[in-house]
């Protein structure tokens, strides 16, 4: 595996459902981060690890948990979860959180909320 | 603060036409640009970038000048194929993690 994988591709959950993506970079990057892309609206930074360690939280409702136990892997806990919350989920890695490096992309989970 | 602003889409053309899709932005200092394009049903992949004042970032026929005194970043592709239908992003980069992106312009090319 090379770049930055996700799992799975696409999830379909009920409101009451709890379920887990899952991100792996194979790039050795230190920071890890989690994006909701919607439909008609800019691009959403919803966490940010790096080192392990989360550096930033964008005001996201706690029925997002994300864990982050190595700097290859990160996951993100969904529960209790709203028709609204149907996206695409993106994870990225960059080699260095403190510098403009440019971020890297898995292909992203299609999440579909009923 | 930081902001990047992009021509709405779509932007339809038709194939071996000229393509320019601007990008301007406001930032203190000097923030690194980028563009990035998002193919149907995948993830973003880093298109090109620009580091300092006057670079020049280009891949795959697609150029785009870091213009400090007009703070634009357009992204330009001399013949455009249908292959190159996608959303395209630009965005910059602060000191720290983030990068502040632009709404996106979907293109499409018509054979």
């Known amino acids: 595996e090379t770049g930055v994988t996700q799992t799975p591709r696409h999830l379909v959950m009920g409101m009451t459902n709890k379920k887990s993506l899952k991100c792996e970079q194979h790039l050795g990057h230190n920071a890890m981060y989690w994006y909701k892309q919607s439909a008609k609206k800019p691009l959403e930074l919803m966490f940010v690890?790096?080192?392990?360690?989360?550096?930033e939280n964008n005001s996201v409702p706690s029925r997002f948990s994300p864990e982050c136990p190595n700097s290859s892997h990160l996951f993100l806990h969904l529960h209790t979860l709203q028709p609204e919350d149907s996206a695409l989920y993106l994870c990225a890695s960059s080699q260095d959180p403190q510098g403009p490096y440019e971020q890297y992309f898995g292909p992203g989970t299609r999440l579909t909320v009923t | 603060g930081n902001s990047v602003t992009q021509m709405e889409g779509p932007v339809t053309l038709s194939e071996e036409a000229f393509l320019t899709i601007n990008c301007t932005y406001t930032a203190t200092g000097y923030p690194s640009l980028f563009w990035y394009v998002q193919y149907p049903g995948e993830g973003l992949q880093l298109l090109l970038k620009?580091?300092?004042a006057d670079d020049k970032g280009s891949n795959k026929g697609f150029e785009a000048t870091y213009r400090k005194e007009t703070t634009s970043f357009h992204l330009e592709k001399g013949s455009v194929q249908v292959s190159d239908s996608a959303v395209y992003f630009c965005a910059l980069s602060r000191s720290n993690y983030q990068l502040i992106w632009g709404a996106g312009t979907k293109l499409i090319i018509k054979p």
């Open positions: 690890y790096s080192l392990e360690e989360r550096v």
């Open positions: 620009a580091t300092k």
